[in-house]
Nanobody
Framework: QVQLVESGGGLVQAGDSLRLSCAAS????????MGWFRQAPGKERERVGDISWSGTSTSYADSVKGRFTISRDNAKNMVYLQMNSLKPEDTAVYYCAARRIGISEYGRWGQGTQVTVSS
């Protein structure tokens, strides 16, 4: 059974940092690219960024570029989202997702973790 479980969310103040984690099980982790997405109340889900299966390639949405960093540890089946200089507009439910190598769509999703940034 495939499971992606996010953790690390919480309530922080603007300017603070937070690191989200996503634990994967039930998949051969190194065969999947991983992504982070977020959804704020009343808004559509948006892509935060991606990391390749090997961890050698990352890409980010313009809104988080330079502030957020995605990393992964294939030995531990973990992917991380380091968020620095948080802003109130970063408030959202954050999801990790897995995309099999060679497949264009993310097919596996976690349940999400809430991040709230107060001003």
């Amino acid at each position: 059974q495939v499971q992606l479980v996010e953790s690390g969310g919480g309530l922080v103040q603007a300017g603070d940092s937070l690191r989200l984690s996503c634990a994967a099980s039930g998949i051969t982790f190194s065969r999947y690219h991983m992504g982070w997405f977020r959804q704020a109340p009343g808004k559509e889900r948006e892509r935060v960024g991606d990391i390749s299966w090997s961890g050698t390639s990352t890409s980010y949405a313009d809104s988080v570029k330079g502030r957020f960093t995605i990393s992964r540890d294939n030995a531990k089946n973990m992917v991380y989202l380091q968020m620095n200089s948080l802003k109130p507009e970063d408030t959202a439910v954050y999801y990790c997702a897995a995309r099999r190598i060679g497949i264009s769509e993310y097919g596996r999703w976690g349940q999400g973790t809430q991040v709230t940034v107060s001003s």
